[in-house]
């Protein structure tokens, strides 16, 4: 069963401007983890927060974690076409590494 | 290259066959995970091992099994194939430590008709 779920499920955006996707989780967690998958391809690791932080920066994303709201968004600030893809959340319990899949959001970035 | 392979890419097979998926983690990564992705049911995780043992069981079928041998690698097979089975099955690995992320295989594609 998914842990997560995103919203929106779909998002579409001009080149330049910002994206956000927001993830929702059920139960504790010892951090949250953002990928990306290209259609069809493996999944690339993002960005990881953990459970005691509230913010994180990497590049161009943005991560923020409320974890008494069970939720969390990722910011892309300043889009590029070859951002064109889904982002899943997934977390981490805190028994155990086994990493559980949110919904996905598809963003598509037009030129 | 992520450095996590898996073979083969495409796999075309009928109903009621079986099939052997296999994955090769990166190198020093001892966990494997297998984690199944349909359009409905979204990235499904089966089955975890970690050098060589079972750690933890998802929502696999019991027509499937997988195991990870000594020298890491890892097969899942899938038996008795139904068409609902047609998915793309993704292998990750990693090294086990909480608060890291994992390194995915490209997938295989396996479409059961």
């Known amino acids: 069963s998914q842990q997560g779920e995103e919203d929106p499920q779909a998002l579409s955006i001009q080149e330049g401007e910002n994206a956000t996707m927001n993830c929702s989780y059920k139960t504790s967690i010892n951090n949250l983890q953002w990928y990306r998958q290209n259609s069809g391809r493996g999944l690339v690791h993002l960005i990881l927060?953990?459970?005691?932080?509230r913010e994180k920066h990497s590049g161009r994303l943005r991560v923020t974690l409320d974890t008494s709201k069970k939720s969390s968004s990722l910011l892309i600030t300043a889009s590029r076409a070859a951002d064109t893809a889904s982002y899943f959340c997934?977390?981490?319990?805190?028994?155990?590494?086994?990493?559980?899949f949110g919904t996905g959001t598809r963003l598509q970035v037009f030129p | 290259d992520s450095g996590v392979t898996q073979t083969p890419k495409h796999l075309i097979t009928a109903t009621g066959q079986r099939v052997t998926l296999r994955c090769s983690p990166r190198?020093?990564?001892?966990?494997v995970y297998w984690y199944q992705q349909s359009l409905d049911q979204g990235l499904q995780f089966l089955i975890q091992?970690?050098?060589?043992?079972?750690?933890a069981k998802g929502n696999i079928l019991e027509r499937f099994s997988a195991q990870q041998f000594p020298d890491l690698h890892s097969e899942l097979n899938l038996s008795s194939l139904e068409l609902g089975d047609s998915a793309l099955y993704f292998c990750?690995?990693?090294?086990?430590?909480?608060?890291?992320?994992?390194?995915f295989g490209s997938g295989t594609r396996l479409t059961v008709v």
């Open positions: 091992y970690y050098n060589g043992e079972e750690r």
């Open positions: 190198s020093g990564d001892l966990s």
């Open positions: 927060i953990r459970s005691n932080e």
């Open positions: 990750a690995s990693s090294v086990n430590r909480q608060n890291y992320g994992y390194t």
């Open positions: 997934a977390t981490g319990p805190n028994n155990g590494d086994k990493l559980i």
